[in-house]
């Protein structure tokens, strides 16, 4: 099997280093003196207290130029949603005619409508597909879906430090339990990671995106970490409000929550004192996720007829506090 990782930053690092150390033929894709370093000393990945906190190291084939690699049988793009429709064009030699792209990136996919029972059904999302570039360059036929769960971070060049978790949820977008997928996850499941097929994939990302949709551009306004955000009677009701649109829309495309706001905002106060990505962004001067995680739910608000107000307001000011940071458009 021929697995590239396009993006080999922290959560794609982690995935190359057990994919690798497995015996998964793995190219990662990444550049600059990350790049450097895992081309001279291998990947480091140092894992968590509950892995058994060990260090592993891989030496899978790292390039900054896809062409080396050829077609491949996965893409995994692991990169910023914001990042994905500039490399379309570079990604086309590992391309072949059965490769699939598994989409382990945050907020709501490129390729949602594909094939969704309805009205809406392959409709494209400006927000994170500015002009249909993934959809016309990758194509919605290629997509299998990923919920991320690991929290990890690079904490120097070819360093990757495991945080927590293991979970990676699959699934197709039709649905379908496809021979691809099963053996998308029986590899992840070889390499020591939890890999269900899910499906209902569009339910699970909903779940995942209703925390970081209302958490971090909050975060980002305010520097709190999840669990004063989720706790705190200022932050706590801005954030179910959010949260409570989003249901709306989800469910106005069919969408079912096995868990309710409360719940989920439990879980998140459980959590500690973590920061969001969008605020680590932020902190280091980094393009933020805004448009992929809060703007596509407002687009598709407005596709279904359901009003956002809070979800309005919050957009409105983390993308003027983006704007004022250099970290947005």
């Keep these: 099997m021929k697995v590239c990782v396009y993006g080999a930053g922290a959560i794609g690092g982690y995935l190359g280093v057990m994919l690798a150390r497995s015996g998964v033929d793995v190219t990662l894709v990444a550049r600059g003196a990350h790049l450097a370093a895992m081309r001279e000393n291998g990947l480091r990945l140092k894992l968590s207290a509950e892995m058994g ?19 491949q049988d996965y893409v995994i793009i692991a990169l910023k949603a914001h990042s994905v429709p500039g490399v379309v064009d570079a990604m086309q ?5 059965g490769t699939a792209v598994v989409t382990a990136v945050n907020g709501i996919p490129w390729w949602y409508f594909h094939g969704l029972d309805g009205p809406y059904r392959d409709r494209r999302l400006e927000s994170v597909d500015p002009g249909g570039r993934q959809w016309d360059g990758i194509g919605p036929g ?5 919920v991320v769960y690991p929290a990890t971070e690079v904490v120097a060049p ?10 990676f949820t699959l699934g197709e977008p ?10 998308l996850s029986a590899a992840l499941i070889a390499a020591g990671l939890k890999a269900p097929v ?8 909903w779940v995942k995106l209703w925390g970081n949709l209302s958490f971090n551009p909050i975060s980002a306004l305010t520097h709190a970490t999840l669990d004063v955000i989720a706790t705190d009677p200022d932050s706590q009701p801005v954030a179910r409000a959010m949260m409570l649109e989003a249901q ?22 459980a959590v500690g004192a973590h920061k969001t990505s969008m605020l680590q962004d932020l902190e280091r001067g980094r393009p933020m996720e805004i448009d992929a995680l809060v703007g596509s739910v407002q687009e598709m608000g407005r596709l279904v007829g359901i009003p956002t107000p809070t979800i309005d307001t919050v957009l409105g000011l983390v993308r003027l506090r983006a704007r004022m940071a250099g970290c947005y458009g």
């Design 53 to 71: 906190g060990e260090e592993l190291v891989a030496r899978p084939r790292c390039t900054d130029d896809p062409r080396e690699a050829g077609p």
């Design 93 to 97: 030699p590992l391309l072949g005619p």
């Design 142 to 146: 290629r997509a299998i879906g990923c």
């Design 158 to 167: 070819g360093v990757i430090e495991h945080v927590e978790g293991d979970r």
């Design 174 to 183: 039709s649905g379908e339990k496809t021979l691809r997928v099963e053996r």
């Design 198 to 205: 899910r499906p209902r994939i569009r339910d699970e990302i």
């Design 248 to 269: 709306a829309i989800a469910e106005a495309l069919g969408v079912r929550f096995g868990i309710n706001v409360d719940k989920r905002i439990a879980g998140a106060a």
